[in-house]
Nanobody, 120 residues
């Protein structure tokens, strides 16, 4: 009913930038929140940033000032602009979308993840 397609990950040098995208499709009536999370090897999944339907955002402290989350409501797509990347940002990045389907049922969907590797 809801499919998420993530893209934009890859290998980047320290100090570089990447832009991740998360496109949602299906029988979506509305999207409440879109969040980006990440999970490094041997660590728990953690919140990176989240944006709600009104455009309000919140970020993990270590990402403030370096990462920016945005969304295009018309395209049901969210973005994560990552600047000044550090080796410790290396992780699999997942998007999470919470909303409501046509017909009224709520949904909570995770993307498949995209690898971000920061290394020289």
């Amino acid at each position: 009913q809801v499919q998420l397609v993530e893209s934009g990950g890859g290998l980047v040098q320290p100090g570089g930038s990447l832009r991740l995208s998360c496109a949602a499709s299906g029988t979506i009536f509305s999207i409440y929140t879109t969040g980006w999370y990440r999970q490094a090897p041997g660590k728990q999944r953690e919140l990176v940033a989240r944006i709600d339907s009104g455009g309000s955002t919140n970020y993990a402290d270590s990402m403030k000032g370096r990462f920016a989350i945005s969304r295009d409501n018309a395209k049901n797509t969210a973005y994560l602009q990552m600047n000044s990347l550090k080796p410790e940002d290396t992780a699999v990045y997942y998007c999470n979308v919470v909303g409501r389907l046509e017909g009224g049922r709520p949904f909570n969907r995770w993307g498949q993840g995209t690898q971000v590797t920061v290394s020289s």
